[in-house]
């Protein structure tokens, strides 16, 4: 049971250190953001120029 605890856990650091990387390489600038619905399947995105990291914990950014 310790073993997979300890796997769970380094994946959730390296998530969070990926997140962490992956929003702290995006300076300014116009940004395409997409989500696909769960239940539909459809894929729906917008430009954005606004871009924000909100929280680390669970994984949130802010856009506009």
Known sequence: ???TEAAC???T???RANFRKAVAQFATG???VT???EQSDEVHGMTIN???SF???PPTVLVR
């Open 30 to 32: 116009i940004a395409i």
């Open 35 to 37: 989500v696909e619905a």
């Open 13 to 15: 650091a390296d998530a």
């Open 50 to 52: 606004s871009f924000t």
């Open 9 to 11: 856990e380094r994946a």
């Open 1 to 3: 049971m310790a073993h």
């Open 55 to 57: 929280s680390l914990d």
